[in-house]
């Protein structure tokens, strides 16, 4: 006598049947593609695969251009985008000008500080020494006097 | 790595069913080589490096987000709400309607077709593509990634972002749904 299926078996019969009308569905779809094939959309879609194709090897050329330290990392740096290829010291190298400048530039400010401490150095020296006493520069007929006596 | 031959096979092998699943989701074609030309670009400048076998998932995936991409672009651009019932779709399962008799006839025509019905046969598919269309979005979605794609079910869910119970409920739903409209017209396959 036939036993009744159990659940799990009519269950997996089921699924076979819905597969079996599922591929037969999409062969009828494959089979009207192929039929209604329209010229212009297979001309987009090539134009479109050959886009991707060159995109895919600019992507390659810019990856094989990078160092090998770069390629160490994998797929993170392509997908991460191009990585930048200059080497350290070469970025260290370019701040090299600037240093330069900069440096070039603080020595000519502290040299010409120093000679004008020096020069206000000279003129203090000069009057304090002097058997002059500051005072007498205050006076004006003295001042006259050194205009006029001077050669 | 693929090749660019591989990738160009692979390209060549999935590009026309990913135009008429785009074709079928958004309604317009030059929308849809748009949408395809989109995945292909940002498959081969992305996930160029990965090795053949990844790519068919990867492809789906990538057109999948893009086709929502689209959505989006549209509902902004022209300030449209989407239905987003139609993604849930209408719960037809059909249970009681029984599979086998749209197979049970099939087998019995299917060695008996002759050149003068070729007429009668592109009818046919043209229906069947028409009922394909008519799905609700999501159980068309896993019906033909699932089936169409070849896909499993583990790699259904993941294109589709949804659980593996809920592809099989879209597919079983989108099948007998697909089964009672076509044995409604007098279709056998």
Same mark, same amino acid.
């Given at each position: 006598?036939?036993?009744?299926?159990?659940?799990?078996?009519?269950?997996?019969?089921?699924?076979?049947?819905?597969?079996?009308?599922?591929?037969?569905?999409?062969?009828?779809l494959s089979e009207y593609q192929a039929l209604g094939s329209s010229p212009?959309?297979?001309? *987009?879609?090539?134009?479109? *695969?050959?886009?991707?194709?060159?995109?895919?090897? *600019?992507?390659?050329?810019?990856?094989?251009?990078?160092?090998?330290?770069?390629?160490?990392?994998?797929?993170?740096?392509?997908? &991460?985008?191009?990585?930048?290829?200059?080497?350290?010291?070469?970025?260290?190298?370019?701040?090299?000008?600037?240093?330069?400048?900069?440096? &070039?530039?603080?020595?000519?400010? @502290? @040299?010409?500080? *120093?000679?004008?401490?020096?020069?206000?150095?000279?003129?203090?020296?000069?009057?304090?020494?002097?058997?002059?006493?500051?005072?007498?520069?205050?006076?004006? &007929?003295?001042?006259?006097?050194?205009?006029?006596?001077?050669? | 790595? $693929?090749?660019?031959?591989?990738?160009?096979?692979?390209?060549?092998?999935?590009?026309?069913?990913?135009?008429? /699943?785009?074709?079928?989701?958004?309604?317009?074609?030059?929308? $849809?080589?748009?949408?395809?030309?989109? $995945?292909?670009?940002?498959?081969? #400048?992305?996930? $160029?490096?990965?090795?053949?076998?990844?790519?068919?998932?990867?492809?789906? /995936?990538?057109?999948?987000?893009?086709?929502?991409?689209?959505? !989006? /672009?549209?509902?902004? !651009?022209?300030?449209?709400?989407?239905?987003?019932?139609?993604?849930?779709?209408? =719960? =037809?399962?059909?249970?009681?309607? =029984?599979?086998?008799?749209?197979?049970?006839?099939?087998?019995?025509?299917?060695?008996? #077709?002759?050149?003068? =019905?070729?007429?009668? !046969?592109?009818?046919?598919?043209?229906?069947?593509?028409?009922?394909?269309q008519e799905l609700p979005a999501r159980q068309r979605e896993a019906f033909?990634?699932?089936?169409? #794609? #070849?896909?499993?079910?583990?790699?259904?869910?993941?294109?589709?972002? +949804?659980?593996?119970?809920?592809?099989?409920?879209? +597919?079983?739903?989108?099948?007998?749904?697909?089964?009672?409209?076509? !044995?409604?017209?007098?279709?056998?396959?």
């Open positions: 006598m036939n036993e009744p299926l159990q659940p799990i078996v009519v269950l997996r019969n089921v699924e076979a049947l819905q597969a079996r009308v599922a591929l037969r569905v999409t062969a009828a212009d959309v297979d001309a *987009r879609l090539r134009f479109a *695969r050959e886009q991707a194709l060159a995109a895919a090897r *600019r992507v390659r050329t810019v990856s094989a251009a990078a160092p090998a330290s770069i390629g160490m990392s994998g797929g993170a740096a392509v997908l &991460g985008g191009v990585p930048d290829a200059t080497p350290w010291w070469l970025r260290l190298g370019s701040l090299l000008p600037l240093a330069i400048l900069l440096a &070039g530039l603080m020595l000519i400010d @502290h @040299h010409y500080t *120093r000679s004008q401490i020096e020069a206000a150095a000279e003129v203090d020296a000069a009057i304090l020494t002097d058997e002059l006493p500051p005072e007498a520069y205050r006076d004006r &007929g003295f001042v006259e006097f050194l205009k006029t006596a001077s050669p | 790595m $693929a090749t660019d031959k591989e990738l160009s096979d692979f390209l060549k092998s999935v590009e026309k069913r990913a135009f008429k /699943r785009t074709a079928y989701t958004v309604r317009n074609d030059d929308a $849809a080589l748009d949408i395809v030309q989109d $995945a292909m670009i940002r498959l081969a #400048e992305k996930y $160029a490096d990965r090795p053949p076998a990844e790519l068919p998932l990867v492809f789906q /995936r990538i057109l999948s987000n893009a086709t929502m991409d689209w959505f !989006r /672009r549209q509902k902004v !651009r022209n300030s449209l709400i989407v239905n987003l019932s139609e993604f849930e779709g209408a =719960d =037809d399962d059909g249970g009681d309607f =029984d599979l086998l008799e749209l197979l049970d006839t099939s087998n019995g025509q299917s060695g008996t #077709e002759s050149a003068a =019905d070729s007429v009668g !046969r592109t009818q046919i598919l043209q229906l069947i593509d028409a009922q394909v033909l990634l699932r089936y169409w #794609e #070849e896909l499993d079910v583990a790699e259904t869910a993941s294109v589709m972002g +949804c659980s593996e119970g809920s592809v099989k409920t879209h +597919c079983s739903r989108a099948v007998h749904a697909l089964a009672k409209a076509l !044995r409604a017209k007098g279709v056998t396959l």
